[in-house]
T-cell receptor, first 115, second 112 residues
Framework: NAGVMQNPRHLVRRRGQEARLRCSPMKGHSHVYWYRQLPEEGLKFMVYLQKENIIDESGMPKERFSAEFPKEGPSILRIQQVVRGDSAAYFC?????????????FGPGTRLTVL | GENVEQHPSTLSVQEGDSAVIKCTYSDSASNYFPWYKQELGKRPQLIIDIRSNVGEKKDQRIAVTLNKTAKHFSLHITETQPEDSAVYFCAAGDSSASKIIFGSGTRLSIRP
């Protein structure tokens, strides 16, 4: 599943700056999911997108976080005015179709450190 | 919404012995239960999954069982090997759901 690409792999930001995380799904996959993983913790669902549509954003914090998956290009998870508590590994995953019938492939993650 | 609980949080077994990890879920509509393995610093990878129309599924040394009445499912690893050391996550979702909910993970260590 090396096909799911994320960049950057490591990102360092100072408090108050913006963080942009990119995810390119596997070829042929049109469903993208973003998860946050704090150290020593599990994967917390954030948002599910299809091309040009946010399907489920129930796991996204109400402020400072946004996501998009444009018709062309990667999916972007954007965090504005980062705080130390945003430091975590952010994983995206993609599926070819409906989640419960298709394997979810994960990217290598972006490790965000907020100083 | 769905809530998935996973136990134990850490597990240490002697090489060659079996390891069992248990999960419970809350939403009776859930019908898809994948298990992921995450090695240190790596991405999660699917190792096995089960759907609610079966009670057990096996793939070589790995097996998963499902009890829909009790709303719990388990991962069994037999003849454990050093390369089985990792964090294992269970998850649950339903066919109409847009997401799967993960358990908190079990750190499995295999003692030589």
């Amino acid at each position: 599943n090396a096909g799911v690409m994320q960049n950057p792999r490591h990102l360092v930001r100072r408090r108050g700056q913006e963080a942009r995380l990119r995810c390119s799904p596997m070829k042929g996959h049109s469903h993208v999911y973003w998860y946050r993983q704090l150290p020593e913790e599990g994967l917390k669902f954030m948002v599910y997108l299809q091309k040009e549509n946010i399907i489920d954003e129930s796991g996204m914090p109400k402020e400072r976080f946004s996501a998009e998956f444009p018709k062309e290009g990667p999916s972007i998870l954007r965090i504005q005015q980062v705080v130390r508590g945003d430091s975590a590994a952010y994983f995206c995953a993609s599926t070819q179709g409906a989640l419960s019938y298709n394997e979810q492939f994960f990217g290598p993650g972006t490790r965000l450190t907020v100083l | 919404g769905e809530n998935v609980e996973q136990h134990p949080s850490t597990l240490s077994v002697q090489e060659g012995d079996s390891a069992v990890i248990k999960c419970t879920y809350s939403d009776s509509a859930s019908n898809y239960f994948p298990w992921y393995k995450q090695e240190l610093g790596k991405r999660p990878q699917l190792i096995i999954d089960i759907r609610s129309n079966v009670g057990e599924k096996k793939d070589q040394r790995i097996a998963v069982t499902l009890n829909k009445t009790a709303k719990h499912f388990s991962l069994h690893i037999t003849e454990t090997q050093p390369e089985d050391s990792a964090v294992y996550f269970c998850a649950a979702g339903d066919s109409s759901a847009s997401k799967i909910i993960f358990g908190s993970g079990t750190r499995l260590s295999i003692r030589p």
